[in-house]
């Protein structure tokens, strides 16, 4: 299996662009979580979602944030507009019970 | 008060050394512990499941102390490939399936 797949890895964009992030999960995983890592916050989770059903979203920041998935095996995490704040490592993990699958995360720069 | 709570460090270990640092968690209804290991600039990934009894992995051992409500890592025989950073994590209850709670992280530098 090549594990959890985000893309894209890299994404520089300027304030005010949309941004859309990527996730396909290890298959059979029945849970799907979005992060945003920090060095001032630390790991944030932002939203996940059980067999595609968002749960929990109490942690996404504000509006401009959404996340869907649209089946077993796509996630999109989406930010529109995008702010310089919004600047982080954001990792997608999906996991069959406990043990969480991390992805290799999109590193997000905002200008 | 955060839910889960770490030193940061970094601890600075002698390679061979011993090194232990200690999370502690708020909501004793927590189900679950685990500690997973992040390397600079890369995702976290599992290092161990920590069970009521206590549990170890080669030079890795992991406590779990219910009634003072922490966890524990200890890592003997430190490694360089031992540097990074030690995520503490907890899962809750039942109401929240699914959904962990990590610390901070603690760093560990382990030196020639």
């Known amino acids: 299996d090549a594990g959890v797949i985000q893309s894209p890895r890299h994404e520089v964009t300027e304030m005010g662009q949309e941004v859309t992030l990527r996730c396909k999960p290890i298959?059979?995983?029945?849970?799907l979580f979005w992060y945003r890592q920090t060095m001032m916050r630390g790991l944030e989770l932002l939203i996940y979602f059980n067999n595609n059903v968002p749960i929990d979203d109490s942690g996404m920041p504000e509006d401009r944030f959404s996340a869907k998935m649209p089946n077993a095996s796509f996630s999109t995490l989406k930010i529109q507009p995008s702010e310089p704040r919004d600047s982080a490592v954001y990792f997608c993990a999906s996991s069959p019970s406990d043990e969480q699958f991390f992805g290799p995360g999109t590193r997000l720069t905002v200008l | 008060r955060k839910e889960v709570e770490q030193d940061p460090g970094p601890f600075n270990v002698p390679e061979g050394a011993t090194v232990a640092f200690n999370c502690t968690y708020s909501?004793?209804?927590?189900?679950?512990f685990f500690w997973y290991r992040q390397d600079c600039r890369k995702e976290p990934k599992l290092l161990m499941s920590?069970?009521?009894s206590g549990n170890e992995d080669g030079r890795f051992t992991a406590q779990l102390n219910r009634a003072s409500q922490y966890i524990s890592l200890l890592i003997r025989d430190s490694k360089l490939s031992d540097s990074a950073t030690y995520l503490c994590?907890?899962?809750?209850?039942?109401?929240?399936?699914?959904?962990?709670?990590f610390g901070a992280g603690t760093q560990v530098v382990v030196t020639p």
């Open positions: 909501n004793s209804a927590s189900q679950s």
């Open positions: 994590v907890v899962k809750g209850t039942t109401d929240s399936w699914g959904k962990l709670q």
């Open positions: 298959s059979g995983h029945d849970y």
């Open positions: 920590v069970y009521s």
